[in-house]
């Protein structure tokens, strides 16, 4: 379907004006900002308003139907062909609003206001939609980037701590991908704050974009490195019912220890990222007791059977029983193999003997 | 999202091979297939089948979500990477599949066989996709051009001749936009029968991907003029329950008279084009009396208010009371005017005036 145009990405101190957006502007906002007077009043202040309480459930197609007649309701007053649609809250909002501005009208502009960490560095970024079926999560979606990104500074660095904690995973998982200077800033970190993660998030945003825009619609398989630590990442997210920036955490030790059992990733670079300061710097913490939990031999001690059923649901698998498996060669290097789903359970035997 | 890649067209006399498409390859189909042996055999060696009843409640968003729940399940076997969706059926099944491939596993490939004379002239060709939302047609989907269009001859001759004339209002359309060879080839045909429409398809066809080509996403106002005829037409469809191609040519009249009225076209083409074969030829017949129950007094004889409220629903609208209209200068030279709706009012009373 062509190039992917980029958004333009704003980083700013505080909300912009509603009015640069103009008269026939729709907002899907996260309801929970109703109760956080000047974010309400910024909302407020737009031509129509759709409140959605955030969380996989706002993805389920069972209650699209609904969500779009409301919103065809709010927005009838406004020119159709004007229309944009304005996203502000985390992933699951996101991936709703995306998608419902992909299809309405047979797709309007979209302009991204992440206000979760998670989605500032990630998924708002690279045009993925997504609603689920039948419990299945983005089995249906589109790829409609956003015309606009706005990373508001006062809106991310409000968000509790434990919230920043979520958006690790994904920060360290580019890290890892880009290497350079990206990957010695983050091992440089003193501490995963929000001071740190603002200056951290446009390199990471610009390395997302440097992948994306090789394979924007994952048709030539460049994009999949994004998958880096999500094969069993989100095995773990589902199965134990773990944050998805520590699953992903998790699912990139996996990956990191088979890079290195399969002589992907030497024993020198192998030490040295196991040495790495970021990795305690990202359990610091309030978050300690959650990765002291962690325990590999416990995410990995599972019955083989219980694996087999969700790598059979990867929406990635290649063929009935292959998938593409990231490994890293060394920070900036990954590179994707084809494994069979046997392999896989044979590594997390391995690891999980190796763990206990 | 950058330029349309014209799907591969094949004019084929019948079905081709289904081994062709793979092994990975569901077929969404008009269940009426299923009471001609010859089709429902050839329908069953698809490794996934999923047949629709066509229609607009087809398009409901009320019911998408069972429809892809089912579709979800039947291609649970086949590899996600590689799936393909053909689309047997005419307009609204194409609409339907084509949205289902546009937003299943992010797009999937697309591959179209229309079943009726109106989806191979014009519904299958061009990439839109649509539901519909509250009753309101269209009121989501997508650009989602299909990879392969297949117009199969022993398909679309086997058609009942009253369907045929369905297709009309469109090919009509196509020849006074287009103007040159194909005007006078649909000018000075003898009927319009099967061997005829299978004869002026490719022409009618290639004409249409000229003007989506300039304008594929409806972005910058070129592909506009398709919309010839559809203004009025549309009202006449929705609040007479015509069918399509009857309403378009009523709408087609409408604009011509207008275009006439404007000075737009001169009095000698106003004249050429009433006394033009292809009225008569396409109100032969079975469909002579249908034609004659279009008394434009009828038609236009309604209170305003019921137009306006009919125009306030028009997804064209560029402004809240305005819209692009689009009227002829000469065959080969349609042209979009932006007009009020009190206009469009006054032209209606006009003409039915004119009319009585």
Same mark, same amino acid.
């Given at each position: 379907?062509?190039?992917? /145009?980029?958004?333009?990405?704003?980083?700013?101190?505080?909300?912009?004006?509603?009015?640069?957006?103009?008269?026939?502007?729709?907002?899907?906002?996260?309801?929970?900002?109703? @109760?956080?007077?000047?974010?309400?009043?910024?909302?407020?202040?737009?031509?129509?308003?759709?409140?959605?309480?955030?969380?996989?459930?706002?993805?389920? *197609?069972?209650?699209?139907?609904?969500?779009?007649?409301? *919103?065809?309701?709010?927005?009838?007053?406004? %020119?159709?062909?004007? &229309?944009?649609?304005?996203?502000?809250?985390?992933?699951?909002?996101?991936?709703?609003?995306?998608?419902?501005?992909?299809?309405?009208?047979? !797709?309007?502009?979209?302009?991204?206001?992440?206000?979760?960490?998670?989605?500032?560095?990630?998924?708002?970024?690279?045009?993925?939609?997504?609603?689920?079926? $039948?419990?299945?999560?983005? @089995? *249906? !979606?589109?790829?409609?980037?956003?015309?606009?990104?706005?990373?508001?500074?006062?809106?991310?660095?409000?968000?509790?701590?434990?919230?920043?904690?979520?958006?690790?995973?994904?920060?360290?998982?580019?890290?890892?991908?880009?290497?350079?200077? &990206?990957?010695?800033?983050?091992?440089?970190?003193?501490?995963?704050?929000?001071?740190?993660?603002?200056?951290?998030?446009?390199?990471?945003?610009?390395?997302?974009? /440097?992948?994306?825009?090789?394979?924007? /619609?994952?048709?030539?398989?460049?994009?999949?490195?994004?998958?880096?630590?999500?094969?069993?990442?989100?095995?773990?997210?589902?199965?134990?019912?773990?944050?998805?920036?520590?699953?992903?955490?998790?699912?990139?030790?996996?990956?990191?220890?088979? $890079?290195?059992? #399969?002589?992907?990733?030497?024993?020198?670079?192998?030490?040295?990222?196991?040495?790495?300061?970021?990795?305690?710097?990202?359990?610091?913490?309030?978050? %300690? $007791?959650?990765?002291?939990?962690?325990?590999? &031999?416990?995410?990995?001690?599972?019955?083989? #059977?219980?694996?087999? !059923?969700?790598? @059979?649901?990867?929406?990635?698998?290649?063929?009935?029983?292959?998938?593409?498996?990231?490994?890293?060669?060394?920070?900036?290097?990954?590179?994707?193999?084809?494994?069979?789903?046997?392999?896989?359970?044979?590594?997390?035997?391995?690891?999980?003997?190796?763990?206990?």
């Amino acid at each position: 379907m062509g190039p992917f /145009r980029q958004p333009k990405l704003y980083y700013v101190n505080n909300w912009p004006s509603v009015k640069i957006f103009g008269d026939d502007t729709l907002i899907i906002y996260d309801r929970i900002f109703d @109760q956080i007077p000047s974010a309400r009043a910024w909302i407020r202040a737009f031509p129509a308003c759709y409140a959605v309480k955030s969380g996989e459930n706002l993805k389920d *197609i069972d209650l699209f139907p609904g969500h779009i007649k409301a *919103i065809e309701r709010v927005t009838r007053k406004l %020119s159709s062909r004007k &229309l944009k649609i304005v996203v502000l809250g985390g992933g699951s909002v996101g991936d709703f609003g995306g998608f419902v501005a992909s299809v309405f009208k047979r !797709g309007v502009e979209l302009i991204h206001f992440p206000s979760t960490w998670l989605a500032a560095f990630d998924s708002s970024h690279g045009g993925k939609t997504a609603l689920n079926v $039948s419990g299945v999560k983005n @089995q *249906i !979606g589109t790829f409609y980037p956003a015309t606009q990104v706005y990373m508001v500074k006062s809106l991310l660095t409000s968000q509790p701590p434990e919230r920043s904690f979520e958006a690790l995973g994904e920060l360290i998982k580019m890290g890892l991908l880009a290497g350079g200077d &990206l990957y010695s800033k983050m091992n440089r970190v003193s501490a995963f704050n929000s001071k740190a993660l603002w200056r951290l998030l446009p390199l990471v945003v610009r390395a997302k974009y /440097r992948i994306v825009n090789k394979d924007p /619609r994952e048709q030539t398989g460049e994009r999949q490195v994004l998958n880096f630590g999500h094969t069993l990442g989100h095995i773990f997210e589902a199965h134990f019912a773990l944050p998805h920036g520590v699953a992903v955490l998790a699912g990139i030790q996996f990956s990191l220890e088979w $890079s290195y059992q #399969r002589q992907l990733l030497s024993q020198k670079e192998y030490l040295n990222l196991m040495r790495a300061k970021f990795w305690k710097k990202a359990v610091d913490k309030k978050m %300690s $007791s959650t990765w002291k939990h962690l325990n590999m &031999l416990a995410l990995l001690g599972e019955a083989p #059977r219980t694996y087999m !059923g969700y790598l @059979q649901q990867d929406k990635k698998k290649s063929g009935v029983r292959m998938l593409g498996f990231v490994f890293l060669k060394k920070p900036g290097a990954p590179t994707v193999i084809n494994v069979d789903f046997k392999e896989i359970l044979a590594e997390i035997s391995r690891q999980s003997s190796f763990w206990g």
